[in-house]
């Protein structure tokens, strides 16, 4: 049974866990759709169908024509990524409790890598991880437990249960199963109630807010 104490480390996703970048990512997305001649989708549809690294999203939807797809999306994406990047309520708090807590963070997301670090660059939040991996960093991406491996590589800290990973999707969800990492879930995203039951979380927040409060709790617990 999972004890209510500090974790030693907490892995977050990104997209709608921290941040909210949609638009720009729909912006860029029906761009593409248009260019390879299909019908645009509205943000909602390219949340919904966005939920896994584009190698792996993108041969499905344009099929022997996806690398031209995908390099013409990374074109767009390119110039509108950091115009409407906003962080959601309580991340940059949440974040500040973790460093003064001296407790280690970093980010698995299946964002393209070098568009993920320059967002957080924007942000000026570099200084609040130990390390980042996006898409393309490694040959696999979310769920698999090989990225966790690698995040944690360079430090003393294993995937256990001492390890959160925090996001809004079921794959953030399945990505902490495989490792055997504790699950946690914002509720920031468009996950079902399915697939919540399928990978249940072993805590569900609203949002970051809710996550300081309750590690701030724990804190004074543990003391």
């Not at 809004?168 to 399915?194: F, H, Q, R, S, W």
């Not at 039951?197 to 807010?209: A, G, L, M």
Request: hydrophobic share 40%; with cysteine.
């Amino acid at each position: 049974m999972l004890k209510d104490v500090l974790p030693k480390a907490i892995i977050f996703d990104w997209d709608s866990t921290l941040i909210d970048n949609w638009q720009s990512i729909a912006n860029a997305l029906n761009a593409t759709l248009i260019e390879m001649g299909k019908a645009p989708w509205s943000v909602a549809q390219v949340r919904q169908n966005s939920k896994n690294s584009a190698r792996e999203a993108f041969p499905r939807l344009f099929g022997d024509q996806w690398k031209d797809a995908l390099d013409f999306f990374y074109k767009v994406f390119k110039e509108v990524h950091l115009i409407g990047i906003q962080p959601l309520p309580g991340a940059e708090n949440l974040l500040q409790f973790l460093r003064e807590e001296g407790i280690y963070s970093g980010i698995i997301s299946n964002k393209n890598g070098t568009f993920l670090r320059k967002e957080i660059k924007k942000l000026d939040w570099n200084k609040y991880f130990d390390n980042v991996l996006g898409a393309s960093d490694l040959d696999v991406d979310k769920p698999s437990k090989e990225i966790i491996d690698a995040l944690l590589t360079q430090t003393e800290i294993l995937p256990s249960k001492s390890v959160w990973f925090i996001g809004d999707a079921i794959v953030d969800l399945k990505c902490a199963y495989m490792a055997n990492c504790t699950p946690i879930l914002v509720e920031t995203g468009l996950i079902t109630k399915e697939e919540v039951n399928q990978w249940p979380p072993y805590k569900i927040f609203p949002s970051c807010v809710e996550v300081r409060c309750y590690l701030a709790r724990l804190k004074t617990i543990s003391k």
